[in-house]
């Protein structure tokens, strides 16, 4: 999506120019809403990852590599689940657990959300303060897409 033009310029009597802004700022919205689902994403993966991994010994990665987070630009919301890639398919086997194979319910990405509320609060207030300010800080967003994005790095 390409930046929209953020003065549009209309004047009466060859004095008096307005100057109208609504794109700009419904766009720079739209970017800062994204920007702090992204970074929320990136906390809950990480703090998914960390529980899981505490909890078991056998670090292959391959639970960590089917952790993932998508934030939809058109919908506009944040989705972080766990992916049947590989053998990161077991990761959600021990998320919802299994009768059959006696492995309990751990739920380790429901408790990662649940725990740090307050933290996911917090990033979420970081990008909204900049609404107020004239020339908000985008803090390096980009247009790209952050669909399918999977970090594999750690973030704090």
């Known amino acids: 999506m390409p930046v929209p033009k953020s003065v549009t310029k209309i004047s009466k009597d060859g004095k008096v120019s307005y100057t109208s802004s609504v794109d700009y700022v419904l766009y720079t919205i739209q970017e800062l809403i994204r920007g702090a689902l992204r ?25 960590s590599k089917g952790i993932g987070y998508w934030v939809r630009k058109r919908d506009g919301d944040l989705q972080v689940g766990m992916g049947k ?6 990761g959600g086997l021990f998320e919802v657990g299994s009768m059959g194979k006696g492995i309990a319910k751990e739920n380790n990405l429901r408790n ?19 609404l107020g300010k004239d020339k908000p800080n985008l803090n390096g967003l980009s247009e790209g897409e952050y669909e399918g994005e999977w970090i594999k790095t750690n973030h704090s």
């Open 39 to 63: 970074d929320t994403g990136k906390f809950i993966t990480k703090q998914t990852r960390l529980s899981f991994y505490n909890k078991h010994k056998k670090k292959t990665g391959y639970v």
């Open 85 to 90: 890639k590989g053998l990161g398919f077991y």
């Open 112 to 130: 990662a959300v649940y725990d740090n509320i307050d933290t996911i609060k917090t990033i979420q207030s970081q990008y909204l303060s900049e």
